[in-house]
């Protein structure tokens, strides 16, 4: 399809720890349209910043097999004099922390300008600074004549963050990779972050990868939705059908224990355990067993594959058919 | 008598400024706050950051200077902490908000959450060990983990620590200052569960301080919001969230993202339309520095800043 900007196939991130390969992500596969803000949720392991980090080359260390396709050219091997041509430019990336992916010894405007002068060599001193103080403007930075010229500690979170949106929307990028964008926000800042990148989204028609665990997010900005569990993809359907209609126990659980302002629960769902240390993930069965196990041993799968349900939601595994919430059988539980 | 009260609590900070690094003026982190705490209730402090919300934490405790006010506990007056007749800080303690920086990255478990212990009770080696592991099973780790350094656990793991380490004393009030803002949803739950629980066992008040609105409405009985370090609005949860009246605690709950996508668009009209009438009605609310007025009351609970009427 050409529709297509991104395609992941059979992903596969290892980490080395003790002289073994562990992989954090797991056998992904994934595509990214143009034009669309595909959300992974997770909790923190799941490995959605790993995945984000192979798609941009930014592993040091890791072992990455499978292909990332990035319109067509495989981007997962590439040497990284090439890669450098299309990071920054083609792929931009909003990381999560503003404070750390900011360099505290140089002015904001100048490290903005620096995406620009490494993708565009012939631009001017002069354009830079007018293109970089555009940005600022783009991205809500009041008196941006003068932001330009003070230092990461001067700013609040909110400013910071949008200095980094600016840089990586610099270069126009088709793709662009949220890593958690609003989390260190307030809620008031979060909404005007939001609107900026919806708006970004529809002015530069890129696909955007926005990785959160904040579900409220998820709501207002995705189109489709991804959920990751122990480096795998447990349920992947569009926004909608993912909300109202949720199969796997992890989302099913995930969207329960989320403090809504909106209603009122005497008790937030816990999920029973705790995510396991990469080294003790079980690569064999349902990877999330372990933390429903109330249910049957034969309702998963010995390989859990994803299954489609209906036209584009896929769940893993079969245990969905059979789970229900401990205390949803009393009618405890609110669906 | 009322557990907490403050009264016209100030926070100011001198900014130094010249060659003689002279004070040259104030920050007016905290301005002007009052409000007091029922015991076994849990009050939230809501407000974007700057607003002044943590400052007004961090002075009850005494990690700030009180600039002037009256910060009274039980009936004493413990507005300078140092000179209190009584030990507050063994019944006031806090946790932190980022559980990443608030634990000493060189002291084991063990040596952490003894902390507290080893400054107000004598205790034996065997003693502290046992007590610490009580603790630590308490708040859902391992005992045997008490060797173990923090960079060795997960963030909710490591922010559990910090509970543990403040509830070791067996406090009666805890600020909790945002405790969950950096965990996931399910750890986040975990944490406000427990929370919870241990509210009810140990009868704990607390001051709970965070700008997620969810996990505020979920926790806290009585909601104070704050702006640029004074109240705009003060009310039990419902009158907050149901019924808000000042403008800028409107615009804060519009901005909550629902989690229902299929009311995304009408959520975006109606988060326009308090926009719209936030900037049309500025002036309304705010005086020409742009800060909020005096509370009034509106109903036995409610109070909401407004311009008094002449």
Redesign the interface.
């Known amino acids: 399809m050409s529709n297509q900007l991104l395609e992941i196939k059979n992903l596969k991130t290892s980490f080395r720890i003790k002289d073994n390969y562990y992989a954090a992500v797991d056998d992904l596969t994934l595509t990214v349209n143009k034009n669309e803000v595909l959300a992974i949720v997770g ?3 799941c490995g959605k910043s790993a995945l984000a980090f192979s798609i941009m080359g930014l592993h040091n260390r890791a072992k990455i097999e499978g292909n990332i396709l990035y319109k067509g050219q495989d981007i997962a091997n590439m040497p990284a004099s090439k890669l450098n041509k299309l990071r920054g430019k083609d792929m931009g990336m909003i990381f999560q922390d503003p404070l750390t992916a900011l360099n505290p010894l140089m002015e904001v405007g100048e490290q903005i300008g620096e995406v620009l002068m490494l993708h565009n060599k012939s631009m001017s001193k002069t354009e830079r600074v007018e293109k970089v103080i555009e940005l600022l403007n783009k991205v809500g930075i009041p008196r941006a004549a003068h932001t330009f010229g003070q230092f990461p500690h001067e700013l ?3 400013m910071r963050q949008r200095v980094v949106i600016a840089m990586a929307i610099a270069n126009e990028p088709e793709l662009l990779i949220a890593d958690e964008p609003t989390t260190a926000l ?6 005007q972050i ?1 609107d900026l990148i919806k708006e970004l989204k529809e002015d530069m028609h890129a696909g955007i990868i926005m990785i959160t ?5 998820v ?2 900005m ?1 189109d489709r939705v991804a959920v990751m569990y122990a480096g795998q993809i447990v349920e992947i359907a569009d ?2 059908t993912l ?2 209609n949720p199969k796997h126990p992890y989302t099913r ?3 329960n ?6 209603e ?2 005497s ?5 029973q355990g ?2 396991p240390a990469l080294q003790n993930l079980p690569r064999k069965g349902c990877r999330f067993s372990p933390r429903v196990p109330w249910v049957d041993k034969d309702a998963h799968e010995e390989n859990p594959v994803l299954h489609e349900v209906t036209p584009g939601h896929f769940v893993r595994c079969t245990c969905y058919k059979e789970f229900q919430f401990p205390d949803e059988s009393q009618g405890g539980a609110t669906s | 008598m009322t557990f907490l009260q403050v009264e016209d609590l100030k926070v100011h900070f001198p900014i130094k400024g010249g060659i003689f690094g002279r004070t040259v003026g104030h920050i007016k982190a905290v301005d002007g706050v009052s409000f007091s705490l029922e015991k076994g209730k849990t009050y939230g402090l809501v407000g974007e950051s700057g607003s002044g919300k943590t400052t007004t934490g961090r002075a009850i405790i005494g990690l700030n200077n009180i600039t002037s006010g009256k910060v009274a506990y039980n009936g004493h007056d413990i507005t300078n902490i140092k000179k209190a007749k009584l030990d507050i800080r063994k019944d006031i303690q806090m946790i932190f908000q980022d559980p990443y920086s608030s634990l000493n990255p060189k002291k084991r478990v063990l040596d952490i959450i003894a902390e507290p212990l080893r400054n107000f009770e004598k205790l034996s080696k065997q003693e502290e060990k046992k007590r610490v592991q009580e603790l630590l099973e308490l708040v859902g780790l391992s005992p045997e983990s008490i060797l173990k350094y923090p960079h060795e656990f997960s963030g909710g793991q490591r922010q559990r620590i910090g509970i543990a380490r403040a509830i070791a004393l067996k406090p009666k009030l805890i600020i909790a200052d945002e405790p969950v803002s950096a965990l996931d949803v399910s750890v986040q739950a975990q944490v406000l569960n427990f929370m919870q629980e241990i509210q009810k066992e140990l009868d704990l008040t607390y001051l709970f301080i965070s700008h997620d609105l969810g996990v505020i409405k979920h926790m806290c009985d009585h909601i104070g919001i704050m702006y640029k370090g004074r109240y705009v609005e003060e009310g039990t949860t419902a009158n907050i969230f149901d019924n808000p009246q000042h403008i800028y605690t409107k615009r804060l709950v519009a901005a909550i993202p629902d989690i229902d996508p299929n009311k995304r668009e009408a959520q975006a009209q109606f988060r326009q339309a308090v926009k719209e009438e936030y900037e049309q009605s500025y002036n309304d609310y705010f005086d020409e520095e742009g800060l909020a007025y005096k509370l009034q009351p509106i109903s036995e609970t409610h109070s909401v800043a407004l311009p008094e009427k002449g």
């Open positions: 909790e923190s392991g609040s979170g909110g307030d809620v008031t800042i979060q909404s939001l665990h904040d579900l409220g997010v709501a207002e995705a926004v909608q909300f109202s659980s995930l969207l224990s989320v403090p809504n302002a909106s009122t629960q008790k937030l769902h816990v999920i705790i995510v």
